[in-house]
């Protein structure tokens, strides 16, 4: 499958944005996926994941209750709300995907397919 990120941008602290990611491919129904990103400097940290069903979610400690993951399994994408932004958001937004099956899916090497990134700046 490939991934197509999509989405960032310039905000404000305290404003939102809706990042995409969209996938090629007829069998995206099957895989889990999950949102990274990296900010300058910093090492890539896990944000946000979702089942290949999308019965199930997953969020950092970092961005839960502000974050929403979604997926739409007929549309072959994946969306991240981010609300309530901070300048602490500021990185370079990752989406990636892997076969459903036993995984940890706060681990980017459990990821086999990765989107190109999109940058989100949130001044303060």
């Not at 950092?60 to 209750?65: L, P, R, T």
Request: hydrophobic share 35%.
């Amino acid at each position: 499958v490939q991934l197509q990120a999509s989405g960032g941008g310039l905000v404000q602290a305290g404003g939102s944005l809706r990042l995409s990611c969209a996938a090629s491919g007829r069998t995206f129904s099957i895989y889990a996926m999950g949102w990274f990103r990296q900010a300058p400097g910093k090492e890539r940290e896990f944000v946000a994941a979702i089942s290949a069903s999308g019965s199930s979610t997953y969020y950092a400690g970092s961005v839960k209750g502000r974050f929403t993951i979604s997926r739409d399994n007929a549309k072959n994408t994946v969306n991240l709300q981010m609300n309530s932004l901070k300048a602490e958001d500021t990185a370079v937004y990752y989406c990636a995907a892997y076969p459903y099956g036993s995984r940890r899916y706060e681990i980017d090497s459990s990821y086999d397919h990765w989107g190109q990134g999109t940058l989100v700046t949130v001044s303060s």
